[in-house]
């Protein structure tokens, strides 16, 4: 089955100021990218308009808050700091309406049964909390989406494997209290965002729960692979998901200097291949974090190729 690429253009226009590594770049070099898997047909490539709202996002996150991002009228080359590391402009605000479109169709998606996704947006989300922006994220889009597709359907059952270089903390802070939700991160520890130590590990009857799989720095493929077959997979299979959610972060490569893993290409081929041969009918997997261009480009290629010969 091939991918399907959900690219949101609108996310280009997203800035956090000049110099700072989650830039625009990022989702260019990828548009480059999916256009080349396209015309080779090894991936079925969508372009999706900003045509959701912000209020999408409502549920984890407080009205309050997204009121704050939609009434948010900074000059777009000098975004206003809502956090240390994090801006935001007027044109943010089209990315996150643009990736709310791209995430309703996917829950459409999953009550339609089946389909692997991956959707191509700017800013990533994985640390943002309920009430505020952090760590380059506004909103946070796996927590959202297993959050709606909980809606649609009570007895979903939704696992959500975060592989970024760090700890996804406002994702689990925001699934901890779903039922029938398990969530699984990997990441380098102590790293930012000082969490995910494996203090809050907990499993439930039916494998439900958080398993936060802290590694140290220099970690590389031999060992993060060995994690992922010995602990991570068994993990998903026990639990029996309806639904696959992954925060697809690339920022644990090796030539990516915001993160001191160790692992290659070779790593994000094998995930894609195995979650896809393994995971339920329905997967779908939200770009997070990846700031060396050239890594991000051959890590996203080598995921999506993993999971097209799966």
């Keep these: 089955m091939k991918p399907v690429v959900l690219d949101c253009p609108a996310g280009t226009g997203h800035t956090n100021g000049p110099g700072h590594p989650e830039s625009p770049d990022r989702q260019k070099v990828?548009?480059?990218?999916?256009?080349?898997?396209?015309?080779?047909?090894?991936?079925?490539?969508?372009?999706?308009?900003?045509?959701?709202?912000?209020?999408?996002?409502?549920?984890?996150?407080?009205?309050?808050?997204?009121?704050?991002?939609?009434?948010?009228?900074?000059?777009?080359?000098?975004?206003?700091?809502?956090?240390?590391?994090?801006?935001?402009?007027?044109?943010?605000?089209?990315?996150?309406?643009?990736?709310?479109?791209?995430?309703?169709?996917?829950?459409?998606?999953?009550?339609?049964?089946?389909?692997?996704?991956?959707?191509s947006e700017r800013p990533p989300g994985h640390h943002a909390l309920p009430d505020r922006a952090m760590g380059f994220c506004l909103v946070n889009h796996i927590a959202t989406l297993a959050w709606r597709i909980r809606s649609t359907d009570p007895d979903a059952r939704i696992a959500i494997f975060d592989f970024d270089v760090h700890h996804g903390n406002g994702t689990e802070a925001m699934v901890r209290d779903i039922p029938g939700t398990l969530f699984i991160s990997t990441h380098q520890y102590p790293f930012y965002p000082g969490s995910g130590s494996g203090r809050e590990n907990r499993s439930g009857p039916s494998g439900e729960g958080i398993l936060d799989i802290p590694l140290p720095e220099a970690t590389g493929d031999k060992k993060y692979l060995e994690i992922f077959y010995q602990t991570v997979v068994p993990r998903i299979e026990r639990f029996k998901p309806t639904a696959l959610l992954v925060s697809a972060g690339f920022d644990a490569h090796k030539d990516d200097l915001l993160g001191g893993l160790a692992l290659t290409e070779e790593t994000y081929?094998?995930?894609?291949?195995?979650?896809?041969?393994?995971?339920?009918?329905?997967?779908?997997?939200?770009?997070?974090?990846?700031?060396?261009?050239?890594?991000?480009?051959?890590?996203?290629?080598?995921?999506?190729?993993?999971?097209?010969?799966?």
């Design 30 to 119: 990828l548009e480059t990218l999916f256009g080349d898997m396209a015309q080779q047909d090894e991936i079925a490539f969508q372009s999706i308009a900003p045509s959701g709202t912000i209020d999408f996002y409502e549920g984890p996150h407080t009205p309050s808050y997204l009121r704050l991002l939609s009434e948010n009228t900074s000059d777009p080359d000098c975004p206003s700091r809502l956090d240390p590391d994090t801006g935001m402009s007027r044109a943010s605000l089209p990315a996150l309406r643009a990736t709310a479109a791209a995430l309703s169709k996917l829950v459409s998606a999953y009550r339609n049964g089946e389909g692997r996704f991956f959707v």
């Design 269 to 310: 081929s094998a995930i894609g291949q195995t979650l896809a041969r393994m995971g339920p009918a329905f997967i779908a997997s939200v770009l997070e974090g990846g700031y060396n261009l050239t890594a991000l480009v051959r890590s996203v290629e080598a995921y999506l190729r993993g999971q097209a010969t799966a």
